[in-house]
């Protein structure tokens, strides 16, 4: 049974860091690509960022946040900087069984529960 569990959400000032992580077990995605979504209240799911062999990013996160994966440890990452309350939203992250990067949440076979970042002063 694939699982993907994400954690190091939480509250933060505007202009400060997170680091957020994603365990995935069940499955290796070492050779598939994987992304992160956000959901903020009353709106839709959107793409944030995903990594294959490279790294793709939303407009409006590029050059403040950072993507990675340790294979070896079957886990993804965001960091995430110069954090504004517009980012406040509940992350999640997904895994697919494809190689090829994709921004859309319904190319993505796997989520996880979600975890909330709130950024406020």
């Known amino acids: 049974q694939v699982q993907l569990v994400e954690s190091g959400g939480g509250l933060v000032q505007p202009g400060g860091s997170l680091r957020l992580s994603c365990a995935a077990s069940g499955r290796t995605f070492s050779n598939y690509a994987m992304g992160w979504f956000r959901q903020a209240p009353g709106k839709e799911r959107e793409f944030v960022a995903a990594?294959?062999?490279?790294?793709y990013y939303t407009p409006s996160v590029k050059g403040r946040f950072t993507i990675s994966r340790d294979n070896a440890k079957n886990t993804l990452y965001l960091q995430m900087n110069s954090l504004r309350p517009e980012d406040t939203a509940v992350y999640y992250c997904?895994?697919?069984?494809?190689?090829?990067?994709?921004?859309?949440?319904?190319?993505?076979?796997?989520w996880g529960q979600g975890t909330q970042v709130t950024v406020s002063s």
């Open positions: 990594i294959n062999w490279s790294t």
């Open positions: 997904a895994a697919r069984t494809s190689s090829n990067i994709a921004t859309n949440e319904y190319n993505y076979n796997y």
